[in-house]
């Protein structure tokens, strides 16, 4: 007989125990962390009396929820695990009214992924390949002059938006590996504080600069056109920026598997090689 719940710090013997078949498995290490994020829901299937599987939802800004945390103990491996996990949650999700959307994010080669989100009716809608800069250090054009930065909330949400209204774009990289529709009502006040937002020289294009952490310290750029290998301003100002502080940031990047093809030569060997795109899935609820 199986069960499904939400678990609690209560729980974290019951997690420790898990085989999961991964190496420093994240989601175990980390349970008390996210099970204290008041943004993160995490359940359980039970079945004899044990947990077989794990999973949760990260409640973003707007109504948005980002399925994830999914792990299987192999022990317990079952074909409808992930599935009828999954669903519970989604279900919650639908019976919040505070929730409008829900989603999840899995890379193209997963296909036993795909097939469970299809089972769940959640449905393809964009994708994208994430770059990690892990040698910033290349030579750029003489004389680039670093785009200039901006201040102000009212000004960095002004810049975004007119971005994401000329670039048509559906999802907003919100956080590293965490793109959401895009709606205004995500670029909160707080939000827009962390950011660090430059223009062009003709204030015709901006780029955006996040620091998250995900395993190592990122700098999330936010560049929405097709032509960020040719923007050197840009790339002066993020070089700037991160020599600056006095933590190790990794440039990242989401982009279209198109821009990645046209990278030139110079920049290849900077980014580690990534040829398996991101695929967004999701559904309004």
Not at 58 to 75: T, Y
Not at 170 to 193: G, K, Q, T
């Amino acid at each position: 007989m199986t069960a499904i719940r939400q678990l609690t710090m209560n729980d974290y013997q019951q997690v420790l125990d898990m085989q999961t078949g991964i190496e420093d498995d994240y989601v175990i290490r980390l349970f008390p962390q996210l099970i204290e994020n008041p943004a993160q829901t995490l359940y359980g299937l039970e079945t004899e009396g044990k947990l077989a599987a794990v999973a949760g939802v990260v409640r973003m800004p707007n109504g948005n929820g980002i399925l994830g945390r999914l792990r299987s103990d192999i022990r317990y491996q079952s074909s409808g695990n992930a599935t009828a996990l999954l669903q519970k949650i989604i279900d919650d999700c639908e019976h919040d009214s505070n929730m409008h959307w829900v989603g999840a994010i899995t890379q193209k080669s997963n296909k036993p992924a795909q097939r469970v989100l299809d089972k769940l009716g959640l449905q393809q809608a964009d994708q994208f390949i994430s770059l990690l800069m892990e040698s910033p250090d290349m030579t750029l054009s003489a004389g680039a002059q670093p785009w200039q930065q901006i201040t102000g909330n009212d000004a960095k949400r002004d810049a975004i938006e007119q971005a994401v209204l000329e670039t048509q774009r559906s999802f907003y990289p919100y956080e590293a590996y965490f793109p959401i529709p895009f709606a205004s009502a995500v670029l909160e006040d707080d939000y827009l504080e962390q950011l660090a937002v430059f223009q062009d020289p003709d204030s015709s294009k901006m780029m955006a600069i996040q620091e998250d952490y995900k395993g190592r310290y990122l700098a999330q750029i936010q560049y929405f056109w097709p032509d960020l290998f040719e923007q050197d301003g840009l790339w002066a100002a993020v070089f700037g920026y991160i020599n600056k502080s006095d933590k190790p940031f990794t440039p990242q990047v989401d982009v279209s598997p198109e821009t990645v093809s046209s990278m030139p030569e110079a920049f290849k060997s900077c980014f580690i090689a990534n040829d398996d795109p991101w695929l967004i899935y999701g559904i309004s609820i």
